[in-house]
């Protein structure tokens, strides 16, 4: 019985090697991260400032997450199904903090692709801040920055 044990440990540690291993690229989402479009994803529950949260994403290796498309939209919305078992308001990374209506995200990449609600952005009363899963459409809608909300923060899969 114990001859039998060391090749079962061995081909246990291959087997959790290879399903780390996708498309060529060694993922380090692990801790509570999700592999999303080769980017580690992790959603946190804490309600936190959208500056707060976003110090806590960089703490984590990460910025509060950028979306580059519809899928990327829908596979963070179902991240954050899975863990909540709803679509809560989640700050994502998305600011015009620096210049009124030129929105960036905090990670540096372009800001192109957009889900805004209807009539949004508004800036009204110097909203600054994106959150995610607003109203019935589930869209995108400025928001003052000092509101708590939970967020969800997006690194590199190295």
């Known amino acids: 019985m114990r001859i039998l044990t060391l090749p079962l440990v061995l081909c246990g540690l291959m ?3 290879s399903i780390n291993e996708i498309n060529g690229l060694k993922t380090a989402c692990r801790n509570g991260w999700n592999l999303i479009n080769g980017r580690c994803f992790k959603y946190v529950p804490s309600r936190m400032t959208w500056a707060k949260a976003e110090r806590n994403c960089i703490s ?5 997450a950028s979306v580059h498309s519809s899928e990327d939209y829908y596979d963070i919305q179902s991240l954050i199904r899975r863990v909540t078992h709803e679509l809560k308001e989640t700050w994502i990374g ?10 960036f995200w905090s990670d540096g990449t372009p800001f192109h692709h957009t889900i805004w609600c209807p009539g949004e952005p508004n800036n009204s009363r110097q909203q600054h801040c994106l959150y995610m899963n607003s109203g019935s459409k589930s869209c995108w809608d400025d928001c003052q920055c000092h ?10 899969a190295t």
């Open 94 to 103: 998305g600011s015009d903090a620096a210049e009124e209506s030129q929105w």
């Open 147 to 156: 509101y708590h909300k939970p967020f969800v923060c997006a690194k590199k």
């Open 60 to 64: 984590m290796g990460g910025n509060l």
């Open 15 to 17: 087997l959790l090697s």
